[in-house]
């Protein structure tokens, strides 16, 4: 019998092992607190005490009872966090994180609502700002056991952690104003992008110098696409992101084997070339409903060159089908994505609040059944 972290091998170099390899409970592929919670019920299992993994996304490390009976393949190293700050939190609560952005909890998650950077006008402006410490070990330390811990158990090993040039910066600066830099002030918003360029780099190094020959997928991305489209121009990536990307996804490949998975929500098919020419090796989450992303076309176009790591639809199929629905959509993403492996079946995104255990249970149970090399 293969173990999972073989399987997982097997289908991210492109060659079909036994069957599909499932994921659950990454930073871009996890489980809420209310679905955990909704999810343990259906199944049958007491409520333990809950471990909060991402305090903005409300995201839970997922009880091993449910990993285990749901087939998953994938077990992730986190940085949790202390119950002592997120039982506090309540709803209309107000929380600052370390880089100063605010953030007030909607009983959901916490959501964006102050930058330190938005009334910075020029570059000056921004020496002598305090960031947090990219090499503080007791992050790297907690993480480094949790991986020791997890190398006899046979399961492919992710660290919990994401690594984001784009993204990251303008959570500094606001949306609608990086935005703006990009075009008007390239200046001021490559400033602000070297600032967390350098924040990854030395935070990945870290880690990696630890637990780089440990792991198998190390996580990166920026998203880069609204449902419909790109929010930046193609040329703007190519000028401005995608040097700093590589430059991060270098210092990333020169110390670990580890594969390189990039999230992208959205319509992100006019940047994959850019992206497999950077390194890239594993495209997540695949979000099917979204323009240009139609998996047959994607497989078709770029299966040589990259695996996908996702794609059951979450914005209507697993909050609103039916479970039957939910098998037919498995099994329509397993016939498209997985002929000659590059395939890893998991939700689009994380498993939200709306989403019924019971569809939770349909989509694993049928890669399970459908998901056999030689059955579909």
């Given at each position: ?50 471990i909060l993994v991402d305090r903005v996304q409300q995201l839970v490390k997922p009880d091993s009872r449910i990993l285990e009976v749901l087939g998953i393949d994938t077990r992730y190293a986190y940085l949790p966090i202390p119950a002592s700050v997120w039982k506090a939190d309540r709803e209309g609560g107000l929380w600052v994180d370390a880089w100063g952005v605010q953030r007030r909890f909607t009983g959901l998650y916490f959501d964006m609502l102050g930058h330190p950077l938005e009334h910075v006008v020029e570059t000056s402006d921004l020496p002598g700002l305090t960031w947090p410490d990219a090499r503080k070990p007791e992050h790297y330390e907690e993480l480094a056991a949790q991986v020791e811990a997890l190398q006899e158990s ?223």
């Amino acid at each position: 019998m293969r173990s999972s972290r073989e399987r997982l091998h097997q289908s991210l170099n492109h060659r079909e092992p036994d069957r599909i390899p499932l994921d659950l409970g990454g930073i871009v592929s996890g489980i809420t607190r209310l679905s955990h919670r909704s999810l343990l019920k259906y199944l049958g299992f007491q409520e333990e005490d809950e471990i909060l993994v991402d305090r903005v996304q409300q995201l839970v490390k997922p009880d091993s009872r449910i990993l285990e009976v749901l087939g998953i393949d994938t077990r992730y190293a986190y940085l949790p966090i202390p119950a002592s700050v997120w039982k506090a939190d309540r709803e209309g609560g107000l929380w600052v994180d370390a880089w100063g952005v605010q953030r007030r909890f909607t009983g959901l998650y916490f959501d964006m609502l102050g930058h330190p950077l938005e009334h910075v006008v020029e570059t000056s402006d921004l020496p002598g700002l305090t960031w947090p410490d990219a090499r503080k070990p007791e992050h790297y330390e907690e993480l480094a056991a949790q991986v020791e811990a997890l190398q006899e158990s046979g399961y492919g090993i992710i660290v919990n952690l994401i690594g984001s040039c784009f993204e990251f910066a303008w959570y500094l600066r606001g949306f609608e104003k990086f935005l703006s830099d990009l075009v008007l002030n390239p200046g001021l918003a490559c400033s602000i992008l070297d600032i967390m360029l350098d924040f990854q780099t030395a935070q990945f190094a870290e880690l990696l110098n630890r637990v780089g020959d440990q792991i198998d997928v190390v996580l990166v991305g920026d998203d880069l696409a609204t449902q419909n489209g790109p929010f930046i121009s193609p040329d703007i990536y190519r000028r401005l992101i995608k040097p700093r990307q590589k430059k991060l996804f270098d210092t990333i490949r020169g110390k670990t084997r580890a594969k390189l998975f990039y999230h992208s929500c959205g319509a992100v098919s006019p940047f994959i070339p850019d992206l497999i020419d950077i390194g890239v090796d594993i495209l997540n989450p695949v979000q099917v409903a979204a323009r240009g992303m139609d998996a047959a076309y994607l497989k078709r176009e770029f299966g040589s060159y990259l695996c996908f790591w996702g794609g059951i639809d979450t914005q209507s199929v697993l909050p609103f089908g039916t479970p039957d629905d939910v098998r037919d959509e498995v099994r329509r993403r397993i016939d498209q994505l997985a002929p000659g492996g590059g395939y890893v079946l998991g939700a689009v995104h994380n498993i939200q609040a709306d989403v019924p255990p019971e569809n939770v249970v349909a989509m694993f149970e049928e890669a399970l059944r459908y998901g056999g090399y030689g059955v579909g």
